[in-house]
């Protein structure tokens, strides 16, 4: 046999086998009914579990305090009104308790910035939603530049990923008949000019991802069928996506169209007219922005050119007219150090504005061109905060800033790139008495030497007996940095009855950049763990807590974390809170958008994938001779990003090795778990009375 029909064969068996593997599995899951999401015989089980939980919690002498609290500060008027300028007008979306689904609406920016808006209603989600009998969630709004008259209104059905996109015109308030519009799915509708969008949908069989997410790019023309759209790129069914968009740079327009080849990976091209354009950069890369010719691209992973090698995490520039030519003239912009990473590149009308992070603290510099060299300015913001821009774009050299911290309410200011000058839109108003309470920075070794950042949040004259309630949070994946924020509610609920709150840096996450993110992908998973119990045994040498008073929390992919700490280390802890999880690692995979994030995790069809997998999918690792802490699962039957069948399928297996256990899921919310601010206030307080109860008031 040729060696490369022996290959294909082998290859073929392999799949095969695990094909059977995996077979073999679901045959041998007891719980896989729970899978069916709508399913009658899953419902009704959701609806015991809800019962159980209501039944006991509710009746926690805090639940209703903190119920009443949440939902006052979650619907309070006097909040900080952020608002995204286009043009002359702030555009605002905002919910309290007379319109619980929300107010898409604008005022001028100058009543904006003097502190007084007055506001035009634009759409009123709760008539809406009356109307048409459903309940509406905004997922957002894409005006078309200049005039910003017409828009792309994203509504979510009960808050699932899966949207409905409609036609907009803020003049007239209303839908636009026979505009562009896409029934419910996961697709994208972009702006070319008022007559053309590109549109990725499910164009039919075939015509999505394995993923679940739209593979083929069209253009379409205003007035004529979805189905004489123009096609402009279709890319593999294994790929997770694809789509387009145009950005503006001043006078120039630029479209470019992505092929995302994995979550981490990615073609990018140029299009101009018809003719498509590889750019010949690693698929790893991050384009960030355009200006004076330069495409500003950030290297996720060590990049050999001509003989010299630039490090992971540097912010280069190329000049796009060589990069379409096939030529690569690198210059590096700015390069990472050991606690310094790159987390955004914005620009204005006139500066480059790039967002770095040491140790996790957020820094802001100004770049401006003078005689061909950039001359670099720290925009000042005070203390370990966090700090986030807003409403930056190329007509401009103003825009928006969002600063906060664990003790201090957010401040919106309004930015002028020029001077400098920083005016105070609004200041947010305390939730709680800050006096009582520090915050501090702290470092714990993991398991490999390596050293952890985390903060904690406690009282001042705490004593350091082991004996303090402590809620622990982590996340640890997708690059996502953990970054200290305003701690409201929470403030209110937890640090007011003498909690400790922790915020962990673990590895998985980008506080240190794509370095910090690549130590626990696939087969290192497990260091995102060591991490967080160094932290877990950083706390309890330090009698800052115990195992007996520590709690820990994370949802979605920080799910998955605390599911692995508490299968791993049930010594540890005393309470879990587990929302929105992936559980079951041998068929994430298969459910919803899970095969898009295999680059993450890896493939547990591949046998020496699942090899390393199955050591801490949690689903796998319950031992029916083990103490576990009694775990609250929380989820929603809307989520169509992670499972629900997820959390359902570890509780039932629980249950049925007669491990205490505590559920809920709600019917609505997608993946962030509530629709509106009374479903985020009764979550609050179902997990406060529960973190009190598990670890003693």
Not at 59 to 69: D, L, S, T
Not at 574 to 579: F, K, L, Y
Not at 599 to 617: L, N, Q, R
């Amino acid at each position: 046999m040729q060696r490369s029909a022996f290959l294909a064969v082998s290859a073929l068996l392999l799949t095969l086998v695990g094909a059977y593997a995996h077979a073999d599995e679901r045959a041998s899951d007891p719980f896989l009914w729970l899978e069916e999401v709508q399913g009658e015989k899953a419902l009704a089980w959701v609806a015991k579990q809800n019962a159980a939980s209501k039944a006991e919690f509710t009746k926690h002498p805090a639940f209703a305090e903190v119920e009443a609290n949440t939902l006052s500060i979650l619907e309070a008027k006097d909040r900080i009104v952020r608002g995204t300028r286009h043009g002359t007008w702030v555009y605002n979306f905002w919910r309290d308790a007379k319109n619980p689904r929300g107010l898409y609406r604008r005022a001028t920016c100058v009543s904006y910035l003097a502190g007084k808006p007055v506001w035009d209603v634009l759409l009123d989600l709760d008539t809406l939603s009356k109307k048409e009998d459903k309940n509406w969630v905004f997922k957002g709004m894409e005006l078309l530049r200049p005039a910003y008259e017409l828009g792309l209104m994203r509504l979510s059905p009960g808050g699932s990923d899966a949207v409905v996109i409609r036609e907009f015109n803020v003049e007239t308030k209303s839908f636009v008949e026979g505009g562009f519009s896409l029934p419910e799915g996961k697709s994208s509708l972009d702006w070319i000019d008022a007559d053309h969008v590109f549109v990725a949908t499910n164009f039919g069989e075939g015509s999505m991802t394995d993923s679940g997410y739209a593979r083929i790019i069209k253009r379409w023309t205003r007035g004529t069928p979805l189905t004489e759209a123009k096609l402009i790129f279709e890319g593999k069914k294994t790929s997770v996506s694809a789509g387009a968009g145009r950005s503006h740079y001043g006078d120039t327009n630029l479209d470019f169209v992505y092929h995302s080849t994995s979550f981490y990976t990615s073609d990018k091209y140029l299009l101009e007219g018809d003719k498509l354009t590889l750019l010949d950069l690693p698929d790893t890369a991050t384009i960030h922005t355009y200006f004076d010719g330069l495409l500003f691209v950030e290297l996720k992973k060590e990049w050999t050119l001509g003989g010299k090698t630039y490090a992971q995490g540097t912010l280069l520039t190329l000049p796009l007219d060589e990069l379409k030519a096939g030529k690569k003239n690198v210059t590096v912009f700015l390069e990472p150090s050991a606690n310094r990473s790159v987390q955004g590149v914005e620009r204005t009308k006139s500066y480059v504005l790039v967002q770095v992070m040491e140790d996790v603290r957020d820094i802001i510099y100004r770049y401006q061109r003078k005689d061909g060299a950039w001359v670099r300015t720290v925009i000042p913001f005070e203390g370990q905060g966090t700090s986030r821009t807003s409403s930056v774009d190329a007509d401009h050299d103003t825009f928006f800033n969002t600063y906060a911290s664990f003790l201090k309410p957010a401040t919106l200011f309004y930015v002028d790139a020029s001077t400098l000058g920083k005016q105070v839109v609004q200041q947010g108003p305390k939730r709680f008495d800050p006096a009582p309470f520090t915050s501090e920075q702290m470092f714990a070794t993991s398991k490999d030497g390596t050293r952890v950042p985390y903060f904690v949040v406690r009282p001042k004259n705490l004593e350091r007996n082991g004996k303090n309630r402590t809620l622990l949070y982590g996340y640890g994946g997708f690059r996502q940095s953990m970054r200290p924020f305003y701690m409201g509610a929470y403030g209110k609920n937890w640090l007011a009855r003498g909690g400790v709150f922790v915020l962990s840096n673990i590895r998985g996450g980008g506080e240190y950049g794509p370095r910090w993110h690549g130590a626990a992908l696939r087969e290192k998973r497990h260091k995102a763990f060591e991490d967080f119990e160094a932290i877990a045994e950083d706390l309890i040498a330090k009698k800052i807590t115990s195992p007996k008073y520590l709690g820990i929390r994370g949802g979605s992919n920080g799910g998955l974390l605390v599911g692995a700490a508490y299968t791993r280390r049930p010594d540890l802890y005393g309470a879990v809170i587990c929302q929105v999880p992936l559980l079951d690692m041998r068929r994430y995979s298969k459910l919803l958008a899970g095969a898009s994030w295999m680059a993450e995790y890896g493939d547990p069809d591949v046998p020496a994938d699942w090899a390393f997998i199955k050591t801490y999918s949690p689903y796998h690792n319950l031992s029916a001779d083990k103490k576990y802490p009694r775990v609250l699962f929380t989820t929603s039957t809307k989520d169509d990003r992670v499972h629900p069948g997820h959390a359902r399928k570890m509780v039932a297996l629980m249950q049925s090795m007669g491990h205490p256990v505590v559920y809920y899921e709600n019917t609505e919310g997608g993946h962030a778990g509530a629709a509106n601010a009374k479903q985020r206030a009764y979550a609050s307080a179902l997990g406060i009375a529960y973190l009190l109860t598990e670890l003693g008031e």
